[in-house]
């Protein structure tokens, strides 16, 4: 959760502008690092309202909003009173993203070349599009994706380490001991995932997949 405090002076009710300004105060610190790319349009209080004298505000972003598109802050006051006031915003950021080149099957393993940059509102596109290319590369599509759509960090996934029917370095390790075979998973597993492997004298046993297709069993 996002937060700032702002101390303020009593007074026998809070100024309503105050209150705002503390919220656009907020906002603009944390939007401070996209420079221009990013603005924001602040929701004001209902004129009605009647706030008791706050001596310090805190100024919030809600557990699970964004700080993009229509999303609120909240204005808590922590010191002299207390209440609590949600903001609506609009908050709109220009940013690079990528889109798939080209139609792409599930399963495909990512490049460079099947990835696209374009420019746009990150409010209008969805929460885990894909910002930065480099952690895509290398990572393996969950379900196909059509030409121009926009690559998300949901349906990317690291390569398996080790892979069905390929033929794996078994590493069993223990007190004082480490003897390496050879195998044929009988599964695909991320590294850290256990997967089984029938060993080449048709014994089955069970480790823990590491990268490079190494199954580790420890006892």
């Not at 949600?86 to 990835?115: C, F, H, K």
């Not at 290319?133 to 996934?157: K, S």
Request: glycine share 10%.
């Amino acid at each position: 959760m996002l937060t700032t405090g702002f101390a303020m002076a009593t007074e026998s009710r809070q100024s309503l502008e105050s209150v705002n300004e503390a919220a656009s105060s907020f906002l603009t610190s944390q939007l401070a690092s996209y420079g221009d790319r990013a603005s924001f349009q602040l929701g004001k209080l209902d004129n009605r309202l009647s706030l008791a004298a706050c001596q310090k505000m805190e100024v919030v972003l809600p557990h699970g909003n964004r700080l993009v598109g229509n999303t609120s802050v909240r204005v808590n006051c922590i010191k002299g009173a207390k209440w609590s006031v949600n903001l609506p915003v609009a908050v709109s950021i220009q940013a690079d993203y990528w889109v798939s080149a080209r139609a792409l099957p599930s399963g495909y393993e990512l490049t460079e070349n099947d990835m696209e940059r374009r420019s746009g509102d990150l409010s209008q596109l969805p929460a885990t599009v894909v910002v930065d290319h480099t952690t895509a590369v290398g990572r393996l599509l969950i379900g196909g994706t059509p030409a121009g759509a926009p690559l998300r960090t949901d349906q990317l996934r690291a390569p398996y380490a080790v892979k069905v029917n390929e033929y794996v370095k078994v590493i069993a390790s223990g007190q004082g001991f480490e003897v390496a075979s050879e195998g044929r998973a009988l599964g695909n597993a991320n590294e850290g995932q256990q997967v089984s492997v029938k060993m080449i004298t048709g014994a089955v046993v069970q480790g823990i997949a590491k990268s490079a297709g190494t199954v580790e069993i420890r006892y």
